[in-house]
């Protein structure tokens, strides 16, 4: 009588219950009758099972994102003649691509301001479009905006994934589960 389950998902909640919640989506609470929620969690593989999965895909996001962030300095040359312009055009691109970093702030917070998803699957959306687009009309001008399309992409997805995995995870075990996704 003193304590009563409740198993709501996020869509049965408010949204200001959402982000007040002390249990992980999916998960149940045990409620105290005199007020304070007791976390009461689903089988311990299960979530131990999703966590995994869930730092294996940030992990793999994050190992492509990068790779594409950073290749451009070891095809510098090759890159400049498959395109069919100056070495200095791809240095050009790489420092304006670099120069919207200076936004990073603004645009990293997005994560905190719609949500740690949202902000991983805009910055993954925003990497496929900039690759597609490349692909689809080879040249100069799309290489340019591919470029910026990969950096606003780290910009969005690697402080969300890190958040996201962060959020997740007890404090005993953040700095495993973050260090094995970096």
Same mark, same amino acid.
């Not at 609470?29 to 929620?37: D, H, K, M, N, T």
């Given at each position: 009588d003193l304590l009563r389950l409740s198993c709501a998902s996020e869509r049965d909640r408010p949204a200001a219950a959402v982000r007040r919640s002390q249990a992980l989506p999916g998960e149940c =609470? $045990?409620?105290? @009758? !005199?007020? %304070?929620?007791i976390p009461f969690p689903q089988r311990p593989s299960v =979530?131990?099972?999703?966590l995994i999965s869930q730092v294996a895909a940030i992990t793999v996001a994050r190992i492509g994102l990068n790779t594409g962030y950073r290749m451009i300095y070891l095809f510098l040359p090759a890159l400049a003649r498959g395109l069919q312009v100056d070495p200095q055009a791809i240095i050009q691109a790489v420092a304006a691509r670099s120069a919207l970093g200076l936004g990073a702030p603004l +645009?990293?917070?997005l994560g905190d301001q719609r949500?740690?998803?949202? #902000?991983? $699957? #805009? %910055?993954?959306? +925003?990497? !496929? #479009? %900039?690759?597609a687009a490349l692909t689809v009309w080879p040249g100069y001008a799309?290489?340019?905006v591919a470029m910026l399309a990969i950096s606003l992409s780290k910009i969005l997805l690697e402080p969300a994934g890190l958040a996201y995995l962060g959020d997740r995870v007890p404090y005993e075990r953040r700095g495993l @589960? $973050? %260090? =094995?996704g970096e």
């Open positions: =609470i $045990l409620r105290s @009758v !005199a007020g %304070g929620p =979530i131990r099972r999703r +645009v990293g917070s949500g740690r998803k949202t #902000a991983m $699957l #805009a %910055g993954a959306g +925003v990497f !496929a #479009a %900039g690759c799309t290489f340019f @589960v $973050l %260090g =094995i």
